[in-house]
């Protein structure tokens, strides 16, 4: 809920899940849910000794249901343009694996210049510190949590499931409505190399 809103498509996917096990997920509950790793979710839905075989057949289903119904977020398209304007690198950090991330970028015609997949929390800050990140662009307090661990500061986007208060509690650097405002504070900021957006 950063660069792309794959709401639509996730709810599809968990339907098709439901409808190809028999076991009941509430997708529109599980979409406001977005962020933390997929057997998170899952595992409110499945016994443990069915979780890695939905794990799989969710996977499988995604392919066909959830990339062409995902859009860009509000100002997408312009920060990673005003990005890129600074000399700055756009690096892709997010907890889907890496595969189904570059899918939803290929369709949506977003370039990064690094993509590493099936991170969450502290897990990011590996990858946000091997792509010499300097600031993490993220929608979840998890994604703060990254950008601390890293050292680095986080910039909160307040459209996924976390308020303002919540993203700033753990630690936003700064905290902004949506990505039309990144471009602004970047040039504000007057950024060095390594910007990062999730």
Do not use: N
Not at 80 to 103: C, D, I, P
Not at 121 to 133: I, M, N, P, W
Not at 137 to 166: E, K, N, Q
Request: with cysteine; hydrophobic share 45%.
């Amino acid at each position: 809920m950063t660069l792309i809103d794959s709401r639509p498509g996730i709810r599809v996917a968990y339907r098709a899940l439901t409808d190809k096990t028999g076991v009941f997920v509430d997708a529109d509950l599980a979409v406001t849910r977005l962020g933390p790793p997929l057997r998170t979710e899952l595992a409110h839905w499945f016994p443990a000794s069915e979780l890695e075989e939905a794990v799989t057949t969710y996977r499988a289903l995604y392919v066909d249901h959830a990339i062409t119904p995902t859009v860009p977020m509000p100002g997408a398209v312009e920060a990673l343009t005003a990005v890129r304007s600074l000399g700055l690198r756009v690096v892709v950090v997010t907890s889907k694996l890496g595969r189904l991330a570059a899918l939803h970028l290929d369709h949506l015609g977003l370039v990064a210049d690094e993509l590493a997949g099936d991170l969450f929390a502290e897990g990011k800050a590996t990858a946000l510190t091997s792509h010499d990140v300097r600031w993490y662009v993220g929608d979840h307090v998890a994604d703060m949590v990254a950008a601390r661990t890293a050292g680095v500061p986080g910039i909160g986007v307040a459209t996924g499931p976390c308020s303002v208060s919540s993203l700033q509690e753990a630690g936003a650097a700064y905290v902004l409505d949506d990505l039309t405002a990144l471009p602004p504070l970047l040039r504000q900021l007057q950024l060095g190399e390594g910007a990062s957006l999730q």
